[in-house]
């Protein structure tokens, strides 16, 4: 079964502490993603990577990074967490690149990331 | 400014009716639609793609439409099973290139009871 993989499913950090979050897939796809999904709200993009090393800045970066060092693994890094990045993230994956209908893309499950 | 806006927020049917849920947007340009279904506590995952100016498409129960010129679609769940329960979210597509960016609504939520 094809399928993004995200772990860890759940975390609670403390205000001013350090969060990394994993996201692996196994479909050999070019382009990864990282989006939050708030209460009322459409997901929107953190971070796009295109391959390896090679991201780019979605709609709200501020207060995230992201490392890229082999093609099947995509990680999100909080610097510092703040109490508004409590929320869910995903991880998502395409073959073709992002935008096309022909893309293919897969979500993980997301990660639930309570800042306290 | 919300760029795709679904209706109804939040829906309640009973196992084997009809329902019907819509997406407006404001997004240009709009090379495509997708209509994805996530399970509570899980991912999305995608039920059918629209591309034309007026495009449908079927995928067993599910079927949707996309009218371009109206900036309108419409996603119809024929018989509603219990396992329908879900949310709904319609996500527009700007471009069909690498420069693309999705735009998702925030979702219709699907409850279907007994």
């Known amino acids: 079964d094809m399928k993004v993989t995200q772990m860890p499913r759940y975390l609670i950090k403390r205000m001013g502490e350090n969060v990394l979050l994993e996201c692996g897939q196994d479909?050999?796809?070019?382009?990864m993603y990282w989006y939050r999904q708030d209460p009322g709200l459409g997901l929107q993009l953190i971070y796009i990577?295109?391959?390896?090393?090679?991201?780019s800045e979605g709609d709200i970066p501020k207060g995230y990074r992201v490392s890229r060092k082999k093609r099947e693994h995509f990680s999100l890094i909080l610097d510092s967490a703040k109490t508004n990045q409590t929320s869910v993230y995903f991880c998502?994956?395409?073959?073709?690149?992002?935008?096309?209908?022909?893309?293919?893309?897969?979500f993980g499950s997301g990660t639930r990331l309570l800042v306290i | 400014k919300t760029q795709v806006e679904q209706s109804p927020q939040s829906l309640v049917v009973r196992q084997g009716e009809n329902c019907v849920l819509q997406?407006?947007?404001?997004?240009?340009?709009?090379?495509?639609l997708r209509w994805f279904k996530q399970d509570t506590g899980k991912g999305l995952v995608s039920l059918t793609v629209?591309?034309?100016?007026?495009d449908k498409t079927s995928n067993g129960r599910y079927s949707a439409t996309l009218d371009k010129d109206a900036k309108h679609s419409t996603l119809h769940i024929t018989a509603t099973l219990l396992d329908d329960t879900a949310t709904y979210i319609c996500?527009?597509?700007?471009?069909?290139?690498?420069?693309?960016?999705?735009?998702f609504g925030a979702g219709t939520q699907l409850i279907v009871i007994p």
């Open positions: 996500v527009v597509g700007d471009r069909g290139s690498a420069l693309g960016r999705l735009h």
């Open positions: 479909m050999s796809h070019e382009t």
């Open positions: 997406c407006n947007y404001s997004v240009t340009p709009d090379n495509h």
């Open positions: 629209l591309v034309d100016q007026k």
């Open positions: 998502a994956s395409s073959l073709s690149g992002t935008g096309g209908a022909n893309s293919d893309y897969t």
């Open positions: 990577s295109y391959d390896v090393d090679s991201n």
